[in-house]
């Protein structure tokens, strides 16, 4: 698979705290890719890093197939991004806006900004000023100013946050849009996983800047949604040993401390149960239960951030 972003062993510090920590990512090219986290796990880190705007501490970035040197400039001409993304000037008009940034960037052209707003749906004669503008709008210009040169990669921070239903819909059309019909790689950051839904093709999960995991967003769902056993038992520590050991079975969590979750099934639960209640074990619940990606997500990062 051909990556467009890779990154090995990223990590940053802060005043001493680590804000990411070792992070490898690869985002496949003309995939939408999502860094999904809470507040504060770090993507806009990462993104900043991945532009250039964030020295980091140590490890590497390659984009577009190109080991980055700290602040090498001339790669991110074919970069557009949301972060960082312009004070638009609240008493100017879409096209008055765009024309203000296109020239800070070299030259203003009408017809690359009549598309860029026919690309995110917003009218190039319209007279309402930015003050105007929804918080949808607001988005949509903001991702406009960042296509507005064509570029092969979008990393775009958090762009349906605090969008309505509505709003979240419409910005998962456009977003797709611009990958299957214009054909771009774009990074996308959410601490929503419902926003990431219908889509992300890819998913990296980031907790505490941390890479907890990376595939593509059908895997972890086939991944996620199996079923698993659930025994709560007087003897965890013994019952634990036991299924490994002697079941020979693979993967078992331990939630709290007298539960035992199986997600190996090789045995059903009658079968278990007869086993553990031969070997001597007393079992107070034994159930089939399933994993959703929701509770699979909380589970990892430990609660209500993500949901
Ligand atoms: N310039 C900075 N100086 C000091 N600490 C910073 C700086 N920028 C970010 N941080 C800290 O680094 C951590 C990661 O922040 P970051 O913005 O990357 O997270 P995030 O996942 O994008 O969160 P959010 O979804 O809230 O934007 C946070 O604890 C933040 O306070």
New binding site residues.
């Given amino acids: 698979m051909e990556y467009t972003i890779q990154t090995y062993g990223l990590c940053k510090k ?2 001493g ?1 680590s ?1 990411v920590q070792n992070v490898s990512m690869h985002v496949p090219k003309g995939k939408i890719y999502g860094l999904l ?10 993104m900043k890093i991945l532009l250039g705007l964030v020295k980091k501490d140590s490890g590497s970035v390659t984009l577009f197939n190109q080991v980055m040197a700290d602040y090498q400039s001339g790669i991110y001409a074919r970069i557009g991004s949301t972060i960082e993304s312009p004070g638009f000037y609240s008493n100017l008009t879409a096209v008055e806006n765009l024309s203000v940034f296109s020239r800070l960037r070299g030259k203003v052209d009408k017809n690359k900004i009549r598309n860029a707003l026919n690309v995110v749906g917003l009218p190039y004669q319209d007279k309402k000023i930015f003050s105007k503008y929804s918080l949808g709008m607001k988005q949509r210009l903001a991702i406009a100013n960042a296509i507005i040169n064509d570029p092969e990669l979008l990393i775009l ?2 762009p349906t946050n605090g969008l309505d239903p509505i709003g979240i819909a419409e910005m998962r059309i456009l977003i797709r849009r611009l990958s299957h019909e214009c054909g771009k790689t774009i990074l996308i ?1 959410s ?1 929503q996983l419902s926003e990431m839904e219908q889509m992300v093709d890819w998913i990296g999960i ?1 907790h505490e ?1 941390r890479m907890l995991e990376e595939c593509s967003y059908q895997q972890l769902e086939e991944n996620r949604q199996h079923s698993y056993i659930r025994l709560v038992v007087k003897e965890p520590e013994q019952v634990y040993e036991y299924l490994k050991k002697t079941l020979s079975i693979e993967n078992i969590k331990r939630p709290e401390a007298s539960a035992i979750e199986i997600y190996d099934l090789k045995y059903g639960t009658l079968e278990l149960n007869s086993r553990l209640f031969a070997a001597g074990f007393a079992v107070a619940e034994i159930s089939k239960c399933q994993n959703s990606l929701e509770d699979y997500f909380k589970k990892m990062t430990g609660g209500a951030g993500i949901a």
């Avoid at 986290?37 to 990462?46: E, H, S, W």
């Fill in positions: 802060y005043g705290c804000v986290g809470r507040n504060g796990a770090g993507k806009t880190t990462i921070d958090e950051s601490h980031i800047g």
